[in-house]
């Protein structure tokens, strides 16, 4: 998939790095339209205080990762004027191939090319964004991708992601600061959101409440989940606050272990007061764990 995004991008910018032509709409800007909200938050980003450029995010504030997402009749009006299309890539829009046929001549923006992917049974893990190292890689990548697509933008959109890697960097610096020193690194996530997250921090994912979000696990699942809680010498478990904590609530009543949140950074209104929305987000996400792994 990453291969075939590579490809599609430069395609369509054309022979010799040219951008393609920009879509005829009515207020005449560059319009961005972004897959889903953290990756909404990087572009709104680079294109702060940018005259001439537009940004919409496609799916609804609530939507969470786009796992099995279906485009809606809304959705395919939103892409029918954009001008590029920017996505987390690495499988996550899993409807990418259709969007591509649909709208000829947009340009897609691959936020995870070139990043090497975490893999389980042979699938590449789309999260990539909850590990600050990676996330700061595709600022990167979007900041590249937007100035090779929309160059009369290219010095403005160079100048914020300047400003806002120093603030991921200071993030960064930060979470390592707090998180390097905890003393207990196992932790039990709610679904395969975190791993990216575990290996910038050193954690140990022990074990995954709901390896499919929404479906609740098996009985055999449960039993085997709460037999490893048992084996901790701090029971905590942590749940998402995009979905329902009634299997991790199961778990904690057998176990005695302590229930916090850790947030994905997947929800939340696409408005342009969401531009510290990932700082802010990842700040909570390491007090949360401070506390939780004394």
Not at 146 to 151: E, G, Q, S, T, V
């Amino acid at each position: 998939m990453c291969a075939l995004l590579a490809i599609l991008t430069l395609a369509f910018a054309g022979c010799g790095g040219q951008p393609a032509a920009q879509k005829q709409t009515n207020d005449g800007a560059f319009h961005i339209v972004t897959s889903f909200y953290p990756i909404y938050i990087d572009v709104i980003n680079l294109t702060d205080g940018v005259d001439g450029v537009a940004v919409t995010n496609m799916t609804k504030p609530q939507t969470g990762c786009l796992h099995d997402y279906q485009l809606t009749t809304e959705d395919m009006k939103t892409l029918e004027s954009a001008d590029a299309f920017v996505v987390n890539g690495a499988g996550m829009e899993s409807f990418l191939d259709k969007v591509v046929k649909m709208q000829d001549g947009m340009i897609v923006v691959d936020a995870s090319r070139g990043i090497d992917l975490l893999e389980e049974d042979g699938e590449a893990n789309p999260h990539v964004w909850l590990s600050i190292t990676k996330n700061i890689e595709q600022v990167k990548n979007i900041r590249d991708q937007l100035k090779a697509a929309d160059p009369a933008h290219a010095d403005a959109y160079e100048k914020n992601a300047a400003a806002y890697l120093e603030k991921l960097e200071a993030l960064k610096t930060e979470m390592h600061a707090t998180l390097d020193t905890v003393p207990h690194r196992d932790i039990v996530t709610f679904h395969e959101a975190f791993p990216y997250f575990a290996e910038e921090f050193h954690l140990h994912i022990l074990a995954v409440i709901e390896r499919e979000p929404g479906a609740d696990p098996t009985p055999a699942e449960l039993e085997e989940t709460i037999a490893q809680v048992r084996k901790l010498p701090v029971k905590v478990l942590f749940t998402e606050p995009q979905y329902s904590p009634a299997a991790a609530e199961t778990i904690a009543r057998e176990t005695g272990a302590k229930i916090y949140e850790l947030d994905p950074v997947v929800t939340g209104e696409a408005t342009p007061a969401a531009k510290d929305a990932y700082l802010d987000t990842m700040r909570k996400n390491m007090e949360t764990l401070k506390k939780a792994l004394q």
